[in-house]
């Protein structure tokens, strides 16, 4: 970790410490119940009670299998189509309007539906997942696509390479950082679809299951909010993970958009300042 890596996350904490002093202070000074809105300190001292629940542990990873497997399906389906849209304007065009019309339906709302096709909760969830992920997946690999430098490719052609070796050599390669990218993107908006179902479905398992659970069961609101923390922990885990992967397998490009710093070698002794 780098020092402005160091500063930001040292600034980080002082602002959520900052937040949840001004909260708790604003609650005491205005005299609100407990039960009505239980205070951060409450909340946080249930959040670390709940490290040592196995249920709650029993969730985190039902949750993580569906996120897996719908992230897998996700790129497997997104990457493919992306390039063959990136690589064929043509057919982009022609089906831009049916993805333009698709992509703004909130999947969630097509459960009940996906749920009464598959008659199983387990690829209901990940079917709702995968169709809320593709997105970013597909269009940042349309969009890298695009942004391959010609030149690139016309010497590749100049040497007698094929279409598809310019595509895998080539396109595929300058793609590869904004297909990441999208898959990152993807990754965050696949937990909370994944959380939203399973808080709304019925018979499933995961985190939103045993927040839904804690609520039938008439436990304190402070429970609840404890498990909302508990899912922004993981959210920023699977992401700062993510992000380390992405700086590792393409810090050239990182160096060239100016994301990362490049340190220069040390200069030999005795040469000139």
């Not at 065009?93 to 996906?114: D, G, H, K, T």
Request: net charge neutral.
């Amino acid at each position: 970790m780098t020092q402005a890596d160091l500063r930001r996350v040292l600034l980080g904490a002082a602002g959520v410490l900052a937040v949840l002093g001004a909260t708790e202070l604003a609650l005491w000074a205005d005299g609100v119940s407990s039960a009505v809105f239980p205070p951060p300190s409450t909340v946080l001292q249930n959040a670390v009670s709940m490290t040592g629940s196995a249920a709650f542990w029993a969730a985190v990873g039902e949750t993580m299998v569906s996120w897996l497997e719908a992230m897998a399906i996700t790129i497997a389906i997104a990457v493919p189509f992306g390039a063959l849209l990136g690589l064929l304007p043509a057919v982009e065009s022609a089906l831009r309007p049916v993805l333009e019309f698709l992509r703004p339906i909130p999947s969630v709302v097509l459960f009940p539906l996906i749920l009464l096709i598959t008659q199983d909760n387990g690829s209901a969830v990940v079917a709702v997942i995968v169709l809320a992920a593709v997105w970013p997946v597909l269009i940042n690999t349309v969009y890298g696509f695009r942004d391959v430098d010609p030149a690139a490719k016309e010497t590749l052609r100049a040497f007698g390479f094929g279409p598809l070796a310019v595509a895998w050599h080539v396109s595929l390669r300058s793609a590869a950082p904004f297909i990441v990218t999208g898959v990152r993107i993807a990754a965050s908006l696949a937990f909370v679809v994944a959380i939203a179902v399973e808080l709304v479905g019925t018979g499933l398992n995961g985190i939103g299951a045993f927040a839904a659970a804690e609520q039938g069961a008439g436990s304190a609101l402070a429970v609840l909010l404890a498990t909302a923390i508990w899912c922004g922990i993981l959210g920023l885990a699977l992401n700062a993970v993510l992000v380390g992967a992405e700086r590792r397998a393409f810090r050239w490009h990182h160096a060239l958009t100016g994301t990362v710093t490049v340190t220069a070698p040390a200069a030999p002794a005795g040469a000139p300042a």
